[in-house]
């Protein structure tokens, strides 16, 4: 369904979605922060989801849309509603963030709001609208990183670094489509013994590489 010809907005697949769901394990009564709510359709399918003891925070730069997602989901009384940057709205603790539009590096506040075993979807993209579903899961002080597909997605307002997404898609140049190598995302500037644990860097973060089969082991 398109919600907006004229920026090539649309609704996106609803079979797309429902499987990127099914990877967040979201469960009834959990909180979650909605970035890119649309009109609100999938707010509601959340809202099925997380159930009245949940809650739906559903976050649209668009001040038209946002108003019309308010009165779509009139009947989801767990859907809270805003108009307004989805990378800096603060609703508290978070069970899960998902995103709905391609950034170049996370917010700093989904992931600092993420509790013990919260988890975070969101379009990692580069300049094309390209890019993978980039999934965290936090484990106390430290963030697991995979991902579980490729993407292409609606860019996010205030999400982008252009030097950060031609980067990004030389990362990705030549890898099978969704197959990266990464296993985990780290908060702040690479130190230099980093630098050789590195896939890819980008504003406030970074994603260490994973283990792929042809690296050498370490002799004991």
């Known amino acids: 369904m398109t919600i907006d010809v004229s920026r090539n907005l649309n609704n996106g697949m609803p079979s797309f979605w429902a499987r990127n769901f099914e990877h967040l394990d979201i469960a009834r009564g959990d909180r979650v922060l909605q970035v890119g709510a649309g009109a609100g359709y999938y707010?509601?399918?959340l809202a099925e989801i997380v159930g009245s003891a949940g809650r739906v925070t559903a976050v649209k730069t668009d001040p038209m849309l946002a108003s019309q997602a308010q009165a779509n989901l009139v009947n989801w009384p767990q859907v809270d509603v805003i108009s307004g940057d989805g990378r800096t709205v603060d609703v508290g603790e978070l069970d899960v963030v998902i995103v709905f539009a391609g950034s170049?590096?996370?917010?700093?506040c989904w992931l600092d709001r993420l509790i013990e075993g919260g988890r975070l979807l969101m379009p990692l993209t580069d300049e094309s609208w390209r890019g993978?579903?980039?999934r965290v899961i936090r484990r106390r002080n430290r963030f697991e990183a995979s991902s579980i597909g490729a993407v292409s997605v609606y860019p996010c307002?205030?999400?982008?670094d252009d030097e950060a997404g031609k980067h990004l898609h030389a990362a990705l140049e030549g890898l099978p489509p969704g197959k990266v190598p990464i296993r985990a995302l780290h908060i702040g500037d690479l130190k230099p013994d980093d630098?050789?644990?590195?896939?890819?860097?980008?504003?406030?973060?970074?994603?260490e590489r994973a283990a792929v089969e042809g690296d050498a082991v370490p002799s004991k």
């Open 43 to 45: 707010s509601a399918v």
């Open 104 to 108: 170049t590096h996370p917010s700093r």
């Open 132 to 134: 993978f579903l980039l």
């Open 157 to 160: 307002i205030g999400g982008r």
């Open 195 to 207: 630098a050789d644990n590195v896939w890819f860097q980008a504003a406030g973060f970074w994603l």
